[in-house]
């Protein structure tokens, strides 16, 4: 759910759909209007119970596979059909490649929660497979393509790419 966050707040600075050009105002006000309804549908999801506290590695399974499905693809999908400007291109790319990749690792992981037995053994045991070695690496990953995001975006900042963008305070401009 960390993650999700964490993404969440990196798409309020990026996207939009179609393949017209896109002002950086036009790519933002997509991104967010992608991002708003993700995050509706998790904080739906997680009134519902369906995503959040304690659970058994079937409902942990349901959660993983109903977050990927209402959640993480429909973001994927929606930003696939993005032409970012220009100025935000390559930050685009450092961030939808990750989550596109993620996708995948959170999938072998619900898949693997799905056969692991509620017991301690079997939380033992999944805590200590591939998938979940996998899906902890992907994490700490995400948390470096943060810090790039964020240097990346610091750059395009001092190149002057966000000067008309309205929702750069004037003190950062």
């Known amino acids: 759910m960390k993650t999700l966050v964490a993404l ?11 393949g ?11 991104i967010n ?7 509706q549908t998790a904080a739906r999801l997680t009134s519902e119970g369906v995503l959040g506290g304690d659970v058994s590695p079937q409902q942990l399974q349901t959660g993983l596979r109903t977050g990927l499905r209402e959640i993480r693809i429909p973001l994927q999908e929606t ?8 100025q935000v291109a390559d ?3 450092l961030l939808w490649s990750w989550h596109a990749d993620f996708i995948e690792i959170e999938q072998a992981l619900a898949e693997r929660v799905g056969t692991t037995a509620d017991t301690e053994e079997g939380w033992t045991a999944l805590s200590d497979s591939q998938e979940m070695v ?7 990953e995400g948390k470096q393509v943060c810090i790039d995001f964020q240097a990346d975006l610091d750059a395009t900042e001092e190149r002057g790419a966000f000067e ?5 305070p004037g003190e950062l401009k």
Do not use: F, K, Q
Not at 8 to 18: D, E, F
Not at 23 to 28: G, R, S
Not at 164 to 168: C, F, G, L, T, Y
């Open 8 to 18: 969440l707040c990196m798409a309020l600075v990026l996207a939009s759909c179609g």
């Open 20 to 30: 017209r050009d896109l002002t950086l105002t036009e790519y933002v006000s997509e």
């Open 33 to 39: 209007e992608a991002a708003e309804r993700a995050g």
């Open 79 to 86: 930003v696939d059909g993005i032409e970012p400007p220009d």
């Open 91 to 93: 930050l685009h790319e």
């Open 134 to 140: 996998r899906y902890r690496n992907s994490v700490a």
């Open 164 to 168: 008309d963008a309205p929702w750069i």
